[in-house]
T-cell receptor, first 113, second 118 residues
Framework: EPEVTQTPSHQVTQMGQEVILRCVPISNHLYFYWYRQILGQKVEFLVS????????KSEIFDDQFSVERPDGSNFTLKIRSTKLEDSAMYFC???????????FGQGTRLTVV | AQKVTQAQTEISVVEKEDVTLDCVYE???????LFWYKQPPSGELVFLIR??????QNEISGRYSWNFQKSTSSFNFTITASQVVDSAVYFC???????????????FGKGTLLTVNP
């Protein structure tokens, strides 16, 4: 069964460093998403991406965040200068589009120290 | 704006008990989708079910059943004869079609931690 793959599963970084979280969506999907879950809290929408551009972003997704699809298969989330409060589980999701069945990756746990 | 409320923060039951997880949603759209996800201790989000707003038929899948009532804006989830492996956080989520951004983003509730004790 096709699945969304995220790497790494866990990343530890120092405050102020840049991190890139990687995702390989399901191959025929057209819509891509990043969500964030701070430990013990709900899953929150960060950004959606369609047709090589951001289609919607939340207020959490400020100038420190960026997304891109560099090569037609990977979908990345970059945090330019990490803060302690960026520590969270980051989930990538993808969907075909017309039906909102979002398939989630297993998540990347980001720890900022 | 869409909103999902899961009023039960934690529920603890003994194995074989039935348990119902509540979900109440708010939306201004007539077309929307409702979801339940399971998050076991390992952290991944496991898709359980999707319903669209035009289909109020209740659904049963093994020990799981879902009761969708538009009149009360509720989409409750019942586990029959609970098992220890059902212990997890369960999230209810709502999706509307956001035509301005051309996407179906999900709005999650805060989740209910279900603990099933042997």
């Amino acid at each position: 069964e096709p699945e969304v793959t995220q790497t790494p599963s866990h990343q530890v970084t120092q405050m102020g460093q840049e991190v890139i979280l990687r995702c390989v969506p399901i191959s025929n999907h057209l819509y891509f998403y990043w969500y964030r879950q701070i430990l013990g809290q709900k899953v929150e929408f960060l950004v959606s991406f369609y047709n090589n551009e951001i289609s919607e972003k939340s207020e959490i997704f400020d100038d420190q965040f960026s997304v891109e699809r560099p090569d037609g298969s990977n979908f990345t989330l970059k945090i330019r200068s990490t803060k302690l409060e960026d520590s969270a589980m980051y989930f990538c999701a993808s969907s075909e589009g017309l039906v909102p069945e979002a398939f989630f990756g297993q998540g990347t746990r980001l720890t900022v120290v | 704006a869409q909103k999902v409320t899961q009023a039960q923060t934690e529920i603890s039951v003994v194995e074989k008990e039935d348990v119902t997880l509540d979900c109440v949603y708010e939306t201004r759209d007539t077309t929307y989708y409702l979801f339940w996800y399971k998050q076991p201790p390992s952290g991944e989000l496991v898709f359980l079910i999707r319903r669209n707003s035009f289909d109020e038929q209740n659904e049963i899948s093994g020990r799981y059943s879902w009761n969708f009532q538009k009149s009360t804006s509720s989409f409750n989830f019942t586990i029959t004869a609970s098992q220890v492996v059902d212990s997890a956080v369960y999230f209810c989520a709502l999706s509307e079609w956001y035509s301005g951004g051309s996407n179906y983003k999900l709005t999650f509730g805060k989740g209910t931690l279900l603990t099933v004790n042997p």
